[in-house]
């Protein structure tokens, strides 16, 4: 048998203490498999004296992740810390210089960093694993980057934060309104004290921008993605999307288009009997579109510390079963110099059914004045309904909801800016875009 | 960039004329994807005249697979010419005995030979990758064998055969016949000539034998498995698994118990709302239950060129990016030597839901006889009714329907044992497991 694969881990938290557990428990089962042993040799955290109901005794300690990564005795820098700048991204940077593989479950500096290191690593002979990166036990990277080799992909897409598919869920099951989900979600710890960064679709833009890079083959370019979340998804649009034969998940999407890539995150209507709406709760779900392979979708956990554990385990195993320096596995799918540039499709080009839900004041010719805006701006129409509770009392404004057959954002755009301008509309019309899987 | 990765192919049916479609049309995305280019030097068909739409001029002909396997100047062998035995069998073998990667689509052949294939491979150092040999385009031979190390599998399930679930999607969306939705499938190429390897459950028993080796880490068994298809079932038990929220699929299922590995192939109720249900036509699935990663499932072609030549190249891209000799990857996840024996549950000690269909006469007290059985033999019912368009006419046989709580077969069976010795029943029972997703 080779000699042991001995890894230095970089953050203790949740996942960290779990990786360590699990591999300490399985030695004989991770050898096996592997053809060689496991040792934690290293770890780094901040407070040593924290009780993590495992045993460290035997790994040496650093209280810097930077200093473990330069100079520790290890064959895998593991990084478990989380933040794109920081010692994060100068410890994995340290670790590639020195040739030492490095496996990550750090989206932020993926997305922020992840060409620059895929550079070093490729450079130095080391690999840069992070399937836990998106979509935490889901092995979507594995997909992209090994499984799909030869394909020409047209559309990657996903439920890619469990916070958000909980909350749409609940909203759904329940009836409850986006508040009541939001704080029974952070009391059973789906969601963060400060939940922003996941209900913005931030965290879901991350993940995008690193699946874009290994689908398209381009640079990351986290920036350019259009970033809508879901604090505006009431329960009439639930019930509504119901109605109509539609959930509502918050998708993260990349799309080959005539003009570019389009990336975007944003609350989309999915077919009630389609297979990625039938995803609830926290559990994430993945879809590739391609020419060869056809459609496939992974379903699984997104997040969660055993699971995102396995998935870095499955990383530090694949370096386990290889030898150091004998693979050509660029980190992105091809290498880092010959990764395309990004050119981004505008979000106004964006083509796609569309619902839109407005209220407007009960008066006669509302109706016509509305699909007359729709149709100069040659939007052709699925239905049109009138949709209220009160529907014979005159005082109450009336809620309209049209679904429009495929068409352009900007033609969106500019329809509703034209019906704003009529005055009837009673508050901000809510629109939200409509995603069909391939047929 | 280091040299061309040299590969030989036997079989130039619809999947290998494919392979070499694709791999001559994408020469460049493949060199730049694996660090080297992928060149095929060498092929092996019966008919050197056929055209298969493709430029073989550069490759070496052989009429004889053994010939190509025993003598080609190549790095990879890729066998797609399907069967069990015979020249299949005889080349891999020739293969793998020169240290020769193998790549292949065959069930039959691994599922007969696979562990003897997997330690000559280890022997010689050479890969055996085999992933478009289950459920097509999905990757779910990587899943198991990379992504889950470490995890211990309690139960891998899905749908495996195309056309037993193009079938059952047909009957329950035409209401037509199982013979009807057979020929339609004939017609459109999802099923052959003479049907009954897939209709039977064999095909799908082949897959999951595979399956449950590198789920389990155990000896591949594929005699021991419960085999039941499709062809009893009827448009009653597709009508009468809608009413109690259910759909019918056919699923393989391989399960650790505390008396061994189930293995089973059989229609199954699955609930309605769960996400396997709703994967229609000739899609494939597969779920995979762990206890570190939690629940995965992959969805995605089963069949057909273009998917299965996406798996192929997926092998021959995973070997093209390492090199010869410098992996650790035992082809059933554990060395060949270090397989466990298959240790058999019996179907009779399977734990699990029931729905049981029964014509009766309509005699006075045939509910509460049947009701009495089942308490007699443990059977908690779930719900028991009666289900007749001719509830009237007293003259015709009544279908009664039980859906029970978990229970084991072997109940079951003393129980339906017991209510035909009464002398009431009409016809066979009908008995159909059902199956649900971890909760």
Redesign the interface.
């Known amino acids: 048998m080779?000699d042991a694969l001995k890894i230095g881990i970089a953050g203790l938290g949740t996942v960290g203490a779990?990786l360590v557990r699990?591999?300490q428990e399985?030695q004989e089962?991770?050898a096996?498999?592997?053809?060689?042993a496991i040792e934690i040799v290293a770890v780094a955290a901040r407070d040593r004296n924290r009780d993590r109901g495992v045993d460290l005794s035997k790994a040496a300690w650093y209280d810097n992740a930077v200093a473990l990564a330069s100079e520790a005795d290890i064959d895998v820098f593991v990084e478990l810390m989380g933040g794109a700048g920081g010692p994060a991204h100068a410890s994995v940077k340290s670790a590639l210089n020195r040739g030492i593989h490095v496996v990550t479950a750090n989206k932020a500096l993926l997305s922020a960093h992840g060409i620059e290191l895929a550079g070093i690593a490729e450079e130095r002979g080391a690999l840069l694993n992070y399937?836990a990166a998106v979509a935490g036990?889901?092995?979507v990277i594995?997909?992209l980057r090994?499984?799909?080799?030869?394909?020409s992909i047209s559309r990657v897409y996903g439920i890619m934060n469990g916070t958000c598919n909980y909350i749409l869920t609940q909203m759904e099951k329940e009836g409850l309104s986006f508040e009541d989900c939001l704080k029974e979600a952070q009391r059973l710890g789906y969601a963060e004290a400060d939940p922003a960064f996941d209900i913005e679709g931030n965290d879901t833009a991350h993940k995008l921008s690193i699946l874009t890079s290994l689908a398209f083959g381009t640079a990351i370019a986290a920036d350019d993605i259009y970033l809508e979340g879901i604090t505006n998804i009431s329960i009439e649009d639930i019930h509504a999307a119901a109605d109509l034969g539609y959930r509502i998940k918050l998708l993260g999407v990349a799309q080959r288009t005539e003009s570019g890539i389009e990336q975007r995150v944003h609350p989309t209507m999915v077919p009630y009997?389609?297979?990625i709406?039938?995803?609830d709760g926290v559990t994430n779900a993945v879809a590739i579109e391609?020419d060869?392979?056809?459609?496939?979708?992974?379903?699984?956990?997104g997040a969660?510390g055993?699971?995102t554990?396995?998935?870095v385990?499955?990383d530090i195993?694949?370096i386990a079963?290889?030898?150091p320096g004998?693979?050509?596995?660029?980190a992105f799918?091809?290498?880092a110099a010959?990764l395309l540039p990004y050119k981004r499709a505008r979000m106004r080009s964006h083509e796609g059914g569309y619902f839109i839900r407005l209220k407007v004041l009960d008066r006669t010719g509302v109706f016509a004045s509305i699909a007359a805006h729709m149709a100069e701006n040659d939007i052709s129409l699925e239905s049109i309904m009138q949709h209220s509770k009160h529907y014979m009392d005159a005082a109450e404004p009336k809620t309209i909801i049209l679904v429009t057959h495929a068409t352009f954002e900007a033609s969106v755009r500019e329809a509703i800016s034209s019906i704003k301008g009529e005055g009837y509309l009673v508050g901000e019309p809510q629109v939200i875009r409509i995603e069909r899987p391939k047929p």
Do not use: F, Y
């Open positions: 080779a779990s699990i591999v399985r089962m991770l096996t498999t592997c053809g060689r399937e036990g889901i092995p594995k997909a090994e499984s799909m080799t030869g394909n009997e389609s297979v709406a039938q995803v391609s060869i392979l056809g459609e496939l979708l992974m379903v699984g956990p969660g055993n699971a554990a396995s998935a385990l499955g195993a694949d079963k290889s030898r004998a693979q050509h596995v660029p799918g091809r290498p010959a």
